[in-house]
């Protein structure tokens, strides 16, 4: 599925595109050396510690990157989120004139002041490092948001944050006929 600004894109743009639809997964060599990092940031959410919050998001960053191949951004790790009548900016990916990537990421929400769920900051914070990746490691430029992006993001985010299940979920019947019926 291509998103509607597709059109919009020049040829050479359109190409980049159709790659970086086609590239849906990023697999990490070893997603369980990220595990303590991954921990830790959401120890620090909880806390509500930003320094704390700072420190694993550079090195989840610095991490992942390192396993796919790709520098380490310089991460930081802000207060409120800017908001305007369009919404809430909650991460953002730039390179400066001097190459380097930086990620900010945003921990608390504009309207409330509210700390950012974990899973909400995680997948922001690989949302942002897609972009870097997309630049460095796959050599997209620019990196748009197509399916394949969002499906990058979400494979980064299945190898470190796995889902629980619900609170209060039923388990799941096993396969086959349902009890209490025999053939």
């Known amino acids: 599925m291509r998103f509607a600004y597709y059109d919009?894109?020049?040829?050479?743009?359109?190409?980049?595109?159709?790659?970086?639809?086609?590239?849906?997964?990023?697999?990490?060599?070893?997603?369980?050396?990220?595990?303590?990092?991954?921990?830790?940031?959401?120890?620090?959410?909880?806390?509500?510690?930003?320094?704390?919050?700072?420190?694993?998001?550079?090195?989840?960053?610095g991490r992942l990157s390192a396993q796919l191949g790709a520098s380490p951004p310089v991460v930081q790790v802000l207060a409120v989120r800017p908001s305007e009548d369009w919404g809430e900016l909650q991460g953002l990916y730039t390179q400066d004139a001097d190459e380097v990537a930086r990620i900010r990421v945003w921990m608390r929400t504009a309207r409330k002041g509210n700390v950012v769920a974990f899973r909400t900051f995680l997948r922001t914070l690989l949302h942002e490092l897609c972009h870097h990746l997309d630049f460095e490691v796959l050599g997209l430029s620019p990196s748009f948001h197509t399916e394949g992006f969002f499906r990058r993001e979400s494979s980064l985010m299945r190898q470190l944050a796995p889902a629980r299940p619900r609170q209060g979920a039923l388990p799941l019947p096993p396969p086959g006929p349902p009890p209490g019926r025999r053939r």
């Open 8 to 61: 919009r894109l020049s040829r050479r743009d359109q190409a980049v595109y159709r790659r970086s639809d086609g590239v849906t997964a990023l697999p990490l060599r070893d997603p369980e050396a990220l595990a303590p990092a991954v921990e830790r940031l959401r120890a620090a959410l909880a806390r509500d510690d930003a320094s704390e919050a700072a420190v694993a998001s550079a090195e989840i960053a």
